[in-house]
């Protein structure tokens, strides 16, 4: 064999046998000290027809699921100085804000401001027995009955003296949904269960004994944070045909967006 035929046999052996250790280097990944050899995953069973799956509810917020959490993750009080604003501005803040009683937790996912000088607020009759916890410190709990049936959970807002709250129109269940069902007397697990602001205190087992409660301190009734809503819609109050003009177009009314767990009011609200 010529010298010239041997230098191209020796030289295309040792380009094929460069390019196969390539190949399988690139093809083999390293295992270091934090990799993780993974098993095959079990192959999953054929669903049985004859058994119905379970509904699970579950809300739109963060994917909490009320069957695997049963409080809503890394739960921290509200300070104090929170609630200390004027009311037109806690209420947008509180949506997504969590509500706990016990096993129950709701999301807040729609409110109403009322003012001073707000011939809406309870405030506009001064201070008396039923509305004295309005003009108390921002951050307490003013509950009171609607019609003398309906208990209505509104969040104190701004300084002491000042008179201001903030409602608390619907809410999104979170957990305890079994207690929320025995307390509103249904099973439904539609936004009808939740979406006005009597079947919320209902569903938090309050009555107005819960006035004056600081909802800052562990215990009893407590607002804990949470995340900020992407979309905001905003529009005029519900049910205050007894107030002024002005007040009545007035949008100081704000939900989550995207959401079914508000009252059925939609066409009166707008993206901000």
Not at 24 to 34: C, E, G
Not at 93 to 103: E, M, S, V
Request: glycine share 8%; net charge positive; proline share 10%.
């Amino acid at each position: 064999m010529k010298r010239t035929q041997r230098l191209k046999r020796v030289l295309k052996s040792n380009v094929d046998t460069i390019d196969l250790n390539n190949d399988r280097k690139a093809r083999t990944p390293l295992i270091t000290k934090s990799s993780t050899i993974r098993a095959k995953p079990k192959p999953k069973p054929k669903p049985n027809p004859e058994v119905k799956p379970q509904p699970q509810l579950r809300t739109q917020f963060d994917s909490v699921s009320l069957t695997s959490t049963r409080h809503p993750p890394s739960p921290t009080l509200l300070a104090c100085d929170f609630y200390q604003i004027d009311a037109l501005e806690l209420a947008p803040l509180l949506l997504g804000k969590y509500l706990r009683r016990d096993d129950v937790v709701l999301r807040i996912t729609e409110v109403e401001a009322y003012r001073p000088n707000d011939s809406a607020c309870h405030g506009r009759f001064g201070i008396t027995a039923r509305t004295a916890p309005v003009f108390g410190p921002g951050g307490h709990a003013y509950v009171y009955l609607c019609y003398g049936l309906h208990t209505m959970l509104n969040v104190v807002a701004d300084k002491e003296g000042v008179g201001a709250a903030v409602l608390i129109r619907s809410c999104a269940p979170v957990s305890g949904l079994d207690t929320i069902q025995q307390r509103r007397g249904m099973k439904s697990e539609r936004p009808v269960l939740l979406a006005g602001p009597g079947k919320v205190g209902q569903a938090l087992g309050i009555s107005t004994e819960w006035s004056s409660h600081p909802l800052f301190i562990p215990g009893g009734l407590e607002i804990l944070d949470g995340p900020k809503p992407e979309k905001i819609l905003i529009g005029p109050r519900v049910g205050i045909e007894y107030a002024s003009p002005e007040h009545i177009s007035a949008l100081w009314r704000f939900a989550i967006a995207d959401t079914p767990w508000i009252t059925a009011y939609p066409n009166n609200l707008a993206l901000i």
